[in-house]
């Protein structure tokens, strides 16, 4: 209704001027001329006027609203590429399962680190021979702390199910006793290998030592050379040892893994040792 009334209003601007300047040349002859050609002048500019802007007023309009509909169409695309962006920040990365595998091993004396000596996985423990203590570092949250060994003396576990070895975990065996691990959901193939050393075996005699002063800091695995004795070092509770060891059957021939950073004082009393590097 409004675009007609538009066009109807149209139609009387344009079309009166003319039929007005028929009517006074045709009928009014008393009117000067001069007055008839003033009028017919005006009448004619106005109708000039309004043809031209009636003509330049639509497309104005058809421009803007294909503009508009440009934008509903633009403001639509935006919004669907704005929803499928949520979308894709709602939904969780998905990452690959970790494959989980029948694993087993026998571990000695030493410091074993999850993740990198043994597969992250749970873990059901049996002491195989010997005597000794076996701990973990999160021994209180999944982990243990057991005198274990083969003999039934009273005070020794033979075995200790549902060991966590979480990534980074430290399992820590001492004394005479070997243990058997058994895992049916180890991660074997998320395993960091250890770096490799090129370094030459450091042979000591009974003494003390500091590292990073009288050895190079770093991992050792500690080899009796001699007839039993104490070795032990000052970190005994963070990765360090405190054995007896010898060639002679008593004590323990062989330590893994120990932990001797700068500053650490090593100290061998009654025997000798070989400390092997190996990596971190």
Known sequence: MKKEGNLLLWILLIFIPPIGIAYMWIKKKNIETKKKTIYTIISLLWFFFCIGYAGSEN???????????????????????????????EEPEKTAEPVKEHFEVDLSAGNYIGGKDIPVGTYNVTAVSGT??????????????????VENDGYSQLSFNGLKMDKDVVLSVSSSVVIHL???????????????????????????????????????????????????????????????????????????????????????????????????
């Not at 934008?71 to 962006?85: I, P, W």
């Not at 000794?132 to 274990?148: A, H, K, Q």
């Open 182 to 280: 058994v895992s049916e959901d180890a991660q074997t193939q998320n395993m960091t290998a250890r770096s490799t050393v090129e370094s030459a075996p450091i042979d000591l005699q009974a003494g003390n030592y500091t590292s990073g002063v009288n050895f190079p800091a770093g991992t050792y695995t500690v080899v009796s050379t001699g007839t039993s004795g104490n070795v032990s070092s000052s970190n005994i509770y963070n990765g360090g040892l405190n054995e007896i060891m010898g060639t002679d059957g008593f004590g323990i021939t062989q330590f893994n893994n120990a932990v001797l950073p700068a500053e650490t004082t090593l100290t061998i009393s009654g025997t000798s040792v070989q400390l092997i590097p190996i990596g971190e």
């Open 132 to 149: 000794g203590n076996v701990s973990s570092s999160n021994m209180y949250s999944g982990g243990l702390n057991e005198i274990m060994g």
């Open 59 to 89: 497309p104005p309009e058809k421009q803007n609203n294909k503009k508009s509909e440009k934008q509903v169409v633009d403001t639509g695309k935006s919004e669907e590429s704005n929803n499928e962006s949520s979308q894709k920040k």
